[in-house]
């Protein structure tokens, strides 16, 4: 299972957290990468509003293309973490859970992080590659 | 505050003996101005009046608490601390006093618990003993991971832990790497200490390695009096 890149959006849709994990996704600058949150964070407002499947009260949760998948997971605080993988990768559920214990773990209890702020946990980018980098 | 007003005033007079109750034996919600029956629950009293300094001292030995709770409370300490003082010096001192307090009762607890065959120690190693071994088990459910003596200096030893649980989900910001939050953990040995009449000064300090990149030390160096005293007992 190989995964590409995370993306962890806070409740306003700002960037708080961006790694790449693989050279499969093309670097983009870090205000790129803010647009991309933004643009994210209002197509899923959107989507949650014009949603066909009556009572699911989310928005998008994967897209999926030829090259890549990527899959979303609102919390109900919503904090969205973005997950980019392979294309036909099964299981990307398992990981996007695991991310978000690490989250609640590293990021939550952590006196020195300031909620809604960018991410500058060690611990928690330490356990998430660990988590991450052998699965490649 | 007079008895007889308990139903119209707000407060609920406060009694640990429950032989000094008087007025209705029934529960008295503190903000209702009803005749109230025992239905309506009161969370500070148990129905049988008991309070917390009723239960047993060993109730409590074999429970354990959840380590995110925890986690929690202490990130709320630190943070607490943080707000109100202005530098890391002074924010590991404060640490240190909320340690000290819960070191002192937990020494009484611990001596109380070993009963009969408690033996008061006299010695440095003895007493260091009983901090790695008694207070480690009782609170982190491990024995720390290691004891030494400083070889430059006769008044200074070692107690170190590989991997501090007040420390597992903290991440210190690089601009505060001094900090080492198990200051509070240095509290705790130093309250002990103190009250086992072995005066001096516990700091915690990390040395992260390779394979253990949250191992602490905790620095104990003790007054000249206690050094005096066991090199007078040979």
Known sequence: ?136 | MQRGDSLSSPFVPFSPNPSIQQGTPTSTPPLKHTLSSSTSSNLRYSSSRKSIYDRHLNRSQRSELSKASFAFLFGEMVQYAQKRVNGIADLEKKLNLHGYSIGQRLLELLLWREGRSAKRETRILGILQFITTTVYRSIFNKPADGLEKSRDNEDEYMLIDNDPMVNSYISVPKEMSQLNCAAFVAGIIEAVLDGCLFPGRVTAHSVPTEQLPAKTVFLIKFDESVIERESVLG
């Not at chain 1, 959006?9 to 870090?30: P, T, V």
């Not at chain 1, 991309?36 to 509003?49: C, D, E, K, N």
């Not at chain 1, 099964?90 to 990981?95: A, H, K, L, S, Y």
């Open chain 1, 1 to 136: 299972m190989v995964i590409l890149s995370l993306l962890i959006l806070n409740k306003a849709g700002g960037l708080i957290f961006q790694r790449d994990f693989n050279e499969g996704l093309k670097k983009l600058s870090s205000n790129d990468y803010l647009v991309l949150a933004g643009t994210f964070h209002g197509v899923h407002a959107i989507t949650s509003r014009i949603s066909p499947v009556r009572d699911s009260g989310g928005g998008l949760e994967v897209l999926e293309s030829d090259r890549f998948r990527m899959q979303c997971f609102q919390t109900l605080t919503g904090t969205k973490f973005l997950i980019f993988a392979e294309p036909n990768q099964p299981n990307i559920d398992v990981v996007v859970k695991r991310v978000y214990e690490l989250y609640a773990d590293y990021v939550m209890k952590n006196p020195f992080y300031q909620i809604e702020m960018p991410i500058r946990c060690e611990a928690f980018e330490r356990n998430l590659v660990a988590y991450i980098k052998p699965k490649q």
